[in-house]
Structure formats: C-alpha cells, structure tokens
C-alpha cells in the first residue's frame, strides 16, 4: 500500500500569501513611478532638486500610496480578478483614485510651504491621472495576456472560430469564448456597413456573410457560430450553404430568453436544425403580459418530459417563477428535462415528481404540497394509430385523468388551468381527436365552478414533437434512406416549438376563462422542401446521397 502523500501545507500556504501580495506591491510600484514623474515635471526635470528633496519625495510617497491604497480596497479593487476585469470596473479606479485627490488638494491647499507633508496641488493632481492609467494599463495587459494565454492552453488542438453577428449577443459570447482554452475568436462577419472593421474586445469584423466562404479557407477556421438572436431563416441558409461547402461545423446561439438574461455561454450554443430553416419568420413575441403572469408564480408542468411539455418548462424557468414542479410518468425522460433545466437556469426551485396523473390520489398530494398558482396541462395520449387500438386508454388519460386534475386545480384554488389540445379536435374523425375534443368540453364545463381560470390552446403540427414528419424523417436519413414523401406537392402547416409555446403562454395570460384558442400557423410548407432541407442539414444531398421516392 502506497503511502499518503504529505502536502507541503506551509509552502503553500505561504505561496498563496505571496499571490495575494503582488497586486499591492504592483501598485505600490506605479504609485511610486507617477510620483516621481509627477514631480520631474513639477521640477521642469531639473534632477538636482528632485535628488536633493529625494527624503521629502520618500515622505510624500508614503502618505499617497498609504491613502490610494485604502481607497481602492474601500471601492473593492481587490477583489476583482485581474483576468476578468472588464469595461465596467473602471469607474472603481477612477472614483477611487479621483476621491483621494480631491480630498488631498483640499488637505494640501491651506498648508504653508514650509510644513514637510505638504505636497504640491499640482503635483497632487498629475499624481492621481498618473496612477490611474498605470492601474488601468497593468490590469489591461494582464488581462489581454490571460486570455491569450487561456487560447493557446489545455489540451487538445486549437479551434480556430468565426462568429457571425457583431452585436449585443456576439459580445456576450466572445467574452465567454475568450475565457476558455484551446479556443481562438479570429474574428466577425457582420453585414451592416457600420460594423465594417471595427473591434469587439480587440477582435476585428472581417467582412460580410458573402465573404464567408473566402474568410473559412484564409484562416482556417474550424468552426462558424451565428450569435444573432433570431437570425432571419434567409441569412441562417447562407451560413449553413457556405459551412457545408467548406467542411466546418456551424452552430447557433440560445434562444431570446437565456441572452435578455445573460446566460448565454458556450456549452449552451447548439447546432442550427430544421426548426432554424422553417419557411417562413418566427413570430416574435415578447410579451410583458405573460412575463407577468408567471414571474414569482408557482407553476405545475404536467407531461414535462415530452417535446411539448419540456418547452413550456423551459420558457417559464425563464421568466422568474418562485417554483417549477415538473410532473412526468416517463423516468428517462424526467431525468433529462430536469438535468436540463438544472445546467441551463439558475436561482429557480426545480422540483420533479414521477406520477402518473391518472393517479388522483398521488395528485391530490402533489398539488397540496407544492400550492400551484398555475397549472399547464400538456400530459396525453397523441398518437393516432395507437389511440385507434387502445381507444379506453385514450378516454381514461385524456378525458377522465384531465376532468380529475381540473377538479383538484378548482379545489386547491389554483388560478389558471391550461389544457393542451390539438386541432384534430376539430370535427374529430378519430378516437385521439375525439378525447382530446372530449377534454375541451370538460375544462369548459369547470370553468365558473370556482375561482380557477380554464382555457384551451389547440396546436397543429410542431417541428419535431413526437408523431411529426421530422423524426421520421430524421431516422430515415439516419439510416441512408429513402426519406418517404407522400406526394411532391403535399403541404403541410407547421410550426416550431418554441414559436408555439411562446403563444400558448400568451394566451394563458389573456384568458379570462372558458376559451379554446387556435394558434395562427402561417403560411403551408411543402414536405418536399422540408425533406431536402433536413438532408443538407445532415451533410448529405438530396436525391444524390439521400434518395426521396414518392408513397
């Protein structure tokens, strides 16, 4: 058996002393250094004089450096991390430095030449500009230095990245890559002309878009990152055509919510997917009605774990909630949605509960533990063929289990209830459409029999949510084809995700109870398009790699 192993507790210890230590004697070291300027040029550099005051200009130093040094640690200069400093420490500096020789002029001004402590107003205030740009300049090279320290350390190869969008998000995320080892900004592309070749933390716009392909190649980037929120679906296209042709992955920032909050980083940025390409703009929606609503509520998400589900969670962790409890009777899949909202928010209560709502007993507890001011009903069966075979599950899970958590939501006095529905509620022709239609009547029917606001939200087809085209789709390519069509001209209405719970959480804050609501879809997209679109996305060319036969 191996030995322990013995730190050298005192050696450490006092190394961590010495760390400590050298910023003050850095800036003890430029005090005395704008001092001594600061009376060369009072003395007109006539060395003689300065030589024979040399005890005087000793004396003067200590009082200075003893007063600007007590003034930085009162404004907290000390306990900034050099590395990190940034734009918005400097008003400590100058209010610090700025304080101290104020207060010095107006100590010095009234005292008669001959008393030794005085110093010269003038001398006084050369001083202070001197210090402050010598604090200011240390910390600013050290810091520049770091970073390019921090690009070229680690292991691993150095990840030569390009982003696009020299804005507010852009900024955001070049800081945090700028903090990261083994990755190197080279540089921006940004297509407004008032962007052209300026700095961003000293790091250049390089161009526009339409040079992107010729900026790749020159500087060998290994990686593009569109940081514009809500990048229009044309300019995403003509990223992601120019990375394919070049060979480099391309990823995309967060969405609206997590940069109004700062919390964009670089684990956060995702690849860009079909939802980035949809065929046509992305309603925008921020709405301070709904910020409102949610903002120190507790929230109940039922069905947490679905693709539905797990956007309202998201969207609502964002606004400020007091609470989020996540109900969900899938293990795996509340595990990630937790996980998830875990690495991605911050400072609000996550708390996820396996149940079934079907159980009303379980239920019953959940709701009087946790106090829901809001409930957002989005657990149900979906599927079509499976609901057409076992039709007593549909009844009992979308129709029965729904009517039971309404009556608890009314007897524990939770304000709002929404139900997610579906538009093939509408003159329902299968057994899915006709629960869930089912399900609308019996929110209806409870609403008015308490205090409890019910309403409904019908969705159509959701990029990507379980029973869509696109895992199909995503599972065919996976597979080498084909990708089945079932004819060249068939459209469909979609939406994304994200645009969708954006709206339902809209209308859960307008309701006044009673309503369906029927989200606007926009314009059809033909699925011809959607499969070629989601075969680029993979690398790979439609009819060419990737064959589409035609059902």
């Given at each position: ?307 539905i589900g797990s956007e309202l969670t998201r969207q609502v962790a964002r606004m400020g909630p007091a609470q989020v409890v996540l109900i969900e009777r899938a293990e795996n899949a509340l595990y990630e949605i937790e996980r998830d909202l875990q690495a991605g928010i911050r400072g609000v209560p996550i708390v996820p509960i396996l149940a079934d709502i079907g159980d009303a007993m379980r239920m019953e507890a959940v709701l009087a533990a946790h106090k829901p001011h809001i409930i957002l009903h989005a657990a149900a069966h979906k599927h079509v ?88 789709f995503r599972e065919q390519i996976k597979s080498g084809g084909p990708v089945t069509v079932t004819h060249p001209d068939m459209a469909r209405y979609f939406m994304t995700t994200r645009e969708a719970v954006r709206l339902v959480l809209h209308a859960t804050a307008c309701a006044a109870g009673g309503e369906i609501f029927v989200l606007d879809m926009g314009r059809p997209i033909k699925i011809l398009d959607l499969a070629e679109m989601m075969i680029r996305l993979s690398g790979l060319r439609p009819h060419e790699d990737v064959a589409i036969t035609?059902?």
């Amino acid at each position: 058996m191996a030995p322990p192993t013995v730190h050298n507790t005192p050696s450490r210890h006092a190394a961590d002393r010495l760390s400590a230590l050298a910023p003050f004697a850095a800036d003890l070291t430029i005090m005395a250094a704008a001092l001594f300027a600061a009376y060369t040029l009072r003395y007109n550099f006539d060395w003689t004089r300065i030589h024979v005051e040399a005890s005087r200009i000793l004396l003067h130093l200590i009082l200075l450096a003893a007063i600007q040094v007590l003034a930085l640690a009162a404004f907290g200069c000390y306990r900034l991390i050099w590395r990190f400093i940034g734009v918005d420490d400097v008003p400590r500096f100058v209010y610090a430095v700025g304080l101290t020789t104020l207060v010095l002029v107006f100590m010095m001004a009234p005292l008669p030449p001959g008393v030794p402590i005085r110093v010269p107003v003038g001398v006084v205030i050369l001083n202070g500009v001197f210090v402050v740009g010598g604090l200011l300049l240390t910390r600013s090279f050290w810091r520049i230095a770091s970073v390019s320290g921090a690009g070229r350390g680690g292991r691993g190869p150095l990840r030569r990245v390009l982003l696009v969008g020299a804005g507010v998000t852009g900024n955001q995320v070049l800081r945090e890559m700028q903090q990261r080892q083994r990755i190197r900004v080279i540089g921006f592309v940004d297509d407004a002309p008032a962007k052209r070749r300026v700095l961003l933390q000293g790091v250049r716009v390089l161009g526009t878009v339409d040079r992107l392909d010729d900026l790749v190649v020159r500087h060998a980037i290994d990686e593009v990152i569109v940081t514009m929120v809500r990048a229009p679906r044309e300019l995403i296209e003509r990223v992601t055509a120019c990375c394919e042709r070049c060979g480099v992955p391309v990823r995309i920032v967060p969405d609206y919510y997590e940069v109004i909050t700062g919390s964009v980083t670089v684990n956060r940025l995702r690849e860009i997917d079909i939802t980035d390409l949809l065929g046509r703009e992305e309603g925008v929606l921020d709405d301070p009605s709904a910020l409102a609503l949610f903002s120190g509520k507790r929230v109940l998400v039922t069905g947490a774990g679905g693709t539905i589900g797990s956007e309202l969670t998201r969207q609502v962790a964002r606004m400020g909630p007091a609470q989020v409890v996540l109900i969900e009777r899938a293990e795996n899949a509340l595990y990630e949605i937790e996980r998830d909202l875990q690495a991605g928010i911050r400072g609000v209560p996550i708390v996820p509960i396996l149940a079934d709502i079907g159980d009303a007993m379980r239920m019953e507890a959940v709701l009087a533990a946790h106090k829901p001011h809001i409930i957002l009903h989005a657990a149900a069966h979906k599927h079509v063929p499976m609901m057409e075979a076992n039709p007593g599950e549909a009844v009992r899970n979308n129709v029965l289990a729904t009517r039971r958590l309404g009556l608890l939501a009314i007897h524990h006095q939770v304000q709002r209830f929404l139900l997610i529905s579906t538009d093939k509620a509408v003159r329902p022709s299968s057994v899915m459409g006709g629960s869930k239609r089912l399900a609308e009547h019996v929110i209806q029917g409870l609403n008015g029999a308490g205090s409890t606001r019910f309403c409904a939200v019908r969705f159509g087809n959701v990029l990507g949510s379980s029973g869509s085209v696109v895992p199909l789709f995503r599972e065919q390519i996976k597979s080498g084809g084909p990708v089945t069509v079932t004819h060249p001209d068939m459209a469909r209405y979609f939406m994304t995700t994200r645009e969708a719970v954006r709206l339902v959480l809209h209308a859960t804050a307008c309701a006044a109870g009673g309503e369906i609501f029927v989200l606007d879809m926009g314009r059809p997209i033909k699925i011809l398009d959607l499969a070629e679109m989601m075969i680029r996305l993979s690398g790979l060319r439609p009819h060419e790699d990737v064959a589409i036969t035609y059902t």
